[in-house]
């Protein structure tokens, strides 16, 4: 889900240097951006794709120095052509226009900060239901907007679109060949965040199987190292959360619970510090679970409900 500051400090210690265009294979480079963090690793993986005219996934955070290092890594003669943004989460998509204008390229996206939410997160939204702090850029606009299954061309490299809402409703993964670059949804070093009404755990559990029907080589996530066996990592990432789920029903079963004492019973070893992250889990699980008919929330769906097995 994420890590303690401790962890981090312990994680930082490999990182890759910050402000480096690296090349991980032939038509791939990866660049980090300054923004390590319990939630981010040990920051964004912007990603640069192709040779000549190129495509840059994920530009990042707002950060003036690695606009910069992005520009001054490119080759002589390179121009970004294409810049694509998997999501609007604060630590992957506000460069994006800062990058645009100093390039011309048009910024590409599944559509805005609400584009792809559910019917039953925009009724928690009308309800009251807030984001939960982690980072939402409300002013995102895409110049373009991509659907599932859109092949973007470029110059000698094609990318394809993978709608994989969940982490957020507006999630995109990209194909390029047998690699995916994955974003939040599938990373290496943690489970992905599934916080409502931004996340949605009904639509998570849905991506990871439509990846697992795919045959990919390897992953590369927005933050953290590749994935060198996709299969594996997805059949981890649903069956970690299909064990989550068992502990809640299995702690209902011994009576009603709120989102507060579940997220207390089930994460015993959590530090304080994230445990609002492990609320908003667990509640994401009990959308799930009310939607389907598992467990009803009384007096309705809400944060502060009480839930019990129907």
């Known amino acids: 889900m994420a890590l303690s500051a401790e962890q981090l400090e ?3 210690k490999g990182a890759p240097p910050v402000g480096v265009l690296e090349q991980l294979e032939p038509g791939i480079r990866r660049i980090l951006a300054p ?3 319990p939630m981010t690793y040990w920051g964004t993986n912007t990603y ?3 040779e000549g005219q190129v495509a840059v996934i994920d530009p990042g955070p707002d950060e003036p120095a690695h606009l910069q290092a992005i520009l001054d890594g490119l080759l002589p003669g390179e121009e970004v052509s294409h810049i ?3 999501h609007a989460h604060l630590d992957h998509s506000p460069l994006a226009r800062p990058l645009s204008e100093a390039t011309g390229a048009p910024v590409l996206a599944y559509g805005d900060a609400l584009a792809g939410r559910s019917e039953v997160m925009t009724d928690l939204v009308a309800g009251g239901l807030t984001s939960g702090g982690e980072g939402v850029d409300a002013g995102f606009r895409p110049d373009e907007t991509l659907a599932d299954g859109e092949r973007i061309h470029g110059d000698g490299w094609q ?3 993978i709608w ?3 982490h957020f409703a507006n999630h995109l993964c990209f194909a390029f060949a047998d690699a995916v670059f994955t974003a939040d ?11 409502p009404p931004d996340g949605d755990l009904t639509a998570f559990m849905a991506s990871c199987r439509k990846l697992a029907a795919r045959s990919d080589r390897i992953y590369y996530p927005g933050h953290g190292t590749p994935v060198a066996d996709p299969a594996a990592r997805i059949t981890w990432l649903i069956t970690h959360r299909l064990g989550r789920e068992t502990q809640i029903l299995d702690t209902l079963a011994l009576g009603p619970g709120t989102v507060s004492s579940l997220t207390k019973a089930i994460y015993t070893d959590t530090p304080a510090a994230l445990i609002p992250a492990a609320r908003r889990n667990v509640f994401a699980h009990l959308i799930d679970l009310t939607t389907r008919g598992l467990t009803r929330a009384e007096p309705g ?3 502060a409900a009480d839930f019990s097995l129907t």
């Open 164 to 166: 994989t809402p969940g």
């Open 84 to 86: 694509l943004v998997t």
């Open 48 to 50: 640069v794709v192709g």
């Open 10 to 12: 312990h994680m930082m």
């Open 301 to 303: 769906l809400s944060e």
């Open 185 to 195: 949804h599938v990373m290496g070093w943690a489970s992905s965040l599934v916080s």
């Open 35 to 37: 923004n390590p963090s």
């Open 159 to 161: 990318l394809d679109t």
